[in-house]
């Protein structure tokens, strides 16, 4: 999913405000982990993950991997903070701003 500079910015703000809902340690992302946000996406839109200093991997990069396995769309990574959007299909909870038509 596109989001658009102003989405975007709403979401980041909404973001901004949550505790991370998950820690990604020293074993990164694995199956389980990704099962574990499935679940907590069928419940929630936004996400916010904290990469631990015991990970080695590059949080951007873990961001579009985890991005790519749960068809999430990365907000942003700032730090070692990761915010991840995947809305509802069926009824979403956030509501964002329009796309403005050019």
Do not use: W
């Amino acid at each position: 999913m596109e989001l658009t500079s102003k989405q975007r910015a709403y979401l980041k703000s909404l973001g901004s405000k949550l505790e991370p809902a998950f820690s990604l340690g020293k074993s990164s992302v694995t199956p389980e982990t990704i099962a574990a946000l499935d679940e907590y996406f069928a419940k929630n839109e936004l996400l916010k993950i904290s990469v631990l200093k015991n990970c080695e991997d590059d949080p951007r990069e873990l961001a579009e991997i985890i991005a790519g396995r749960t068809r999430s769309t990365v907000v942003h990574t700032i730090g070692r903070k990761i915010v991840l959007y995947k809305p509802d299909k069926e009824k979403p909870k956030i509501e964002l701003p329009k796309a403005s038509k050019n």
